[in-house]
């Protein structure tokens, strides 16, 4: 990958960050071959839908240095891993589920020289331990779950005065979470619309913390599902 690929977008990045997303590339490919990761495997493909995709929200909004930060639902590393190469200040939590992609996650940090928590749990869980509830300035998610569900999940990690960034496709769902960001303890701040190179349009929902989510929340994923907010 090249720098122009990147400068193009906002995103300006050393030639050792673009060898570090290079190296990802290779390392996460080879791993998917093994381990379901990813779809998207071809070069151009990884460098927009899950690189610029992954750091663009960071150009968008002022984060400030040495926030601790949540990614709820990791997967493959999307947005953090991308996000913690750009800004490698930031002081990441990686959460997923699935101990096979948390296997992937630590073992990608470490051949990348990054160091990342790692926490193999499901969010409703993790959002009720006081370890992590309300203890993160910043929680980011790329996932296919509706706003309103990806709230429940997401906001409570997020300590009064910091941020949720939601990175979500086209659609605006802002009107039907308006309810779950509200009993959740937050506000919408900003709704950035903007399209990737290749044209897919995409929605950036910052949503700031103004009180503390109620105990009851999360519920059990069952209950998420079952009844959204």
Do not use: W
Request: with cysteine; hydrophobic share 35%; proline share 6%.
């Amino acid at each position: 990958m090249q720098k122009t690929d990147f400068s193009e977008c906002g995103i300006v990045l050393s030639d050792e960050q673009v060898s570090q997303l290079d190296r990802l590339a290779d390392y996460m490919v080879e791993y998917n071959k093994n381990v379901n990761l990813t779809r998207i495997t071809e070069p151009d493909e990884i460098r927009e839908k899950h690189y610029i995709d992954s750091i663009l929200p960071l150009t968008m909004v002022n984060v400030p240095r040495g926030t601790k930060t949540i990614d709820v639902g990791a997967g493959a590393g999307f947005p953090s891993l991308p996000m913690k190469i750009y800004r490698p200040d930031l002081v990441f939590t990686l959460l997923d589920s699935g101990n096979k992609r948390i296997t992937y996650l630590e073992s990608a940090c470490k051949m990348l020289g990054i160091e990342c928590e790692t926490v193999h749990a499901r969010g409703e869980e993790a959002g009720q331990d006081p370890k992590y509830r309300e203890k993160y300035g910043l929680a980011v998610a790329r996932a296919v779950a509706a706003l309103n569900v990806l709230c429940e999940y997401c906001l409570p990690f997020v300590e009064v005065g910091g941020t949720f960034l939601a990175l979500k496709g086209e659609k605006d769902e802002t009107e039907e979470a308006g309810n779950a960001i509200k009993k959740l303890g937050g506000e919408i701040a900003d709704i950035k619309r903007y399209s990737l190179p290749g044209g897919d349009k995409r929605t950036l929902v910052v949503i700031k913390k103004v009180s503390p989510t109620p105990a009851q929340y999360p519920r059990v994923s069952a209950k998420i599902a079952k009844k959204p907010l």
